[in-house]
């Protein structure tokens, strides 16, 4: 997936027309399908779009892309798991969300969404493994689809502008692209790995 974001493509108005739509279809995707390792994809379209001739313009698509490609994954899974919740048989969509979401976890998001926090959502996609038990609980609390979206934009903003600082950010300290590709990679697995870490020590100290 990273590999079809680093081609060099004959001129920019070709790699726009590769690069961007590839982006946005991944992006999109990972919103739907947890495998799809979305941060890493931002911060690998980040290095690439750092490294050419004019980073400015580029690196401005590459946000913009990936942000709207974020809400409107984010749009669409919460769509279908609305459809579960009015539905008497469920969905297969809102199942997979409630098996996804760790039991603390969406213990502690339905507490904040109940206190009238959509703000919460901000942070959901900026914690790993937080985005999916605070949908989850605005679904349960029957939040609506209005009230949703406007939290969820300043949350795909704010994801996005992360993940592209990080590919920044590794694109800076090497000369080669695919250096500072391998780079954003690490950081960001190092990034999504740091809060699993910090649980397992805490529940291993607990114990």
Partial sequence: ?????????PSASAQSAVGYPTLFLLVALGALVPVVPTGAIVSSAAVVAFHQA????????????????????????????????????????????KRRAAP????????????????????????????????LACLLAEVPLSRFLRGNVLACLAWALTYQA????GGSLFTQPWEGVAAAVLL????????????????RRSA
């Avoid at 997936?1 to 493509?9: F, G, K, P, Q, T």
């Avoid at 959502?121 to 605070?134: E, F, K, Q, T, Y």
């Avoid at 990080?166 to 950010?169: D, N």
């Avoid at 699993?196 to 529940?203: E, G, N, P």
């Fill in 1 to 9: 997936m990273i590999d079809a974001l680093m081609v060099e493509a």
């Fill in 54 to 97: 004019m980073p400015p313009l580029p690196l401005l698509a590459v946000f913009l892309v990936a942000s709207a490609a974020a809400f409107a994954g984010d749009v669409a899974l919460y769509w279908l798991g609305r459809r579960g919740v009015h539905s008497d048989h469920g969905s297969k969509w809102l199942a997979a969300l």
């Fill in 104 to 135: 603390e976890r969406l213990e502690q998001a339905q507490e904040k969404v109940n206190e009238h926090r959509i703000s919460v959502l901000v942070l959901s996609r900026l914690v790993p493994a937080g985005r999916i038990p605070v949908m």
């Fill in 166 to 169: 990080i590919g920044i950010l």
């Fill in 188 to 203: 960001t697995v190092l990034v999504s790995a740091a809060p699993w870490a910090w649980h397992r020590v805490l529940r």
